[in-house]
């Protein structure tokens, strides 16, 4: 944030605010304290302007200029919206190296790549790369068919895996 000209006193305040984070919850009259481990949260007008901000360092430190592709008159190599990125190359082995070198990057910053969200799209026929039909984005499974039965199951699966995590608690 300081190198993108956020003043100190600002920073400061968002270094309190993310640390020691901690929510009460009283289920059954019980009352339990829990950490909350921050991130990116959907809807959170604030979590999100870090993150933003450490992603256009890293962005920056990366040397892709001779990578671009012309995209509608335009040379690009990457595309953002929040915390998605969509890397465009014109070859596989340039998406690896791209894919190395963000990893390096996120590393020297304390952030890591997710590879289970990693996800490959090329134009054309690609015989042996992974395909989905569905994939989760802004916390919904969306698939090919529209179907919401997976997305229902999902749900279901996350708020049992919630429960479980505090059954013990609340006995």
Same mark, same amino acid.
């Given at each position: 944030? =300081?190198?993108? *000209?956020? %003043? ?7 270094? +309190?605010?993310?640390? *020691?984070?901690?929510? !009460?919850?009283?289920? #059954?009259?019980? /009352? ?6 921050? *991130? ?8 999100? !302007?870090?993150?933003?901000?450490? =992603? +256009? ?7 892709? +200029? ?12 990457h595309l953002r919206f929040a ?18 070198? #963000? ?11 997710? =590879?289970?969200?990693?996800? #490959?799209?090329?134009n054309g026929q690609v015989s042996?790369? %992974? ?9 919904? /499974? ?5 179907? =919401?039965? %997976?997305?229902?199951?999902?749900? !279901? ?13 609340? !006995?």
């Amino acid at each position: 944030l =300081l190198t993108q *000209g956020v %003043p100190t006193q600002y920073i400061r305040v968002l270094r +309190e605010l993310y640390s *020691g984070f901690t929510t !009460k919850i009283s289920p #059954f009259y019980n /009352e339990v304290v829990i950490d909350v481990k921050r *991130g990116v949260r959907q809807w959170d007008t604030i979590s999100s !302007k870090p993150f933003s901000a450490t =992603l +256009e360092n890293v962005m920056s430190e990366l040397e892709w +200029e001779d990578m671009e592709v012309k995209v509608d008159g335009r040379q690009l190599h990457h595309l953002r919206f929040a915390d998605d990125i969509v890397l465009i190359t014109p070859s596989i082995s340039q998406a690896e190296r791209m894919l190395a070198d #963000f990893d390096r990057v996120c590393g020297n910053v304390g952030r890591q790549l997710n =590879l289970t969200k990693t996800m #490959f799209i090329e134009n054309g026929q690609v015989s042996d790369a %992974p395909f989905s039909l569905s994939y989760v984005y802004l916390g919904h /499974e969306l698939n090919m068919a529209n179907d =919401l039965a %997976p997305e229902l199951s999902r749900r !279901k699966r996350a708020a049992r895996g919630g429960f479980n995590s505090v059954e013990e608690v609340m !006995k």
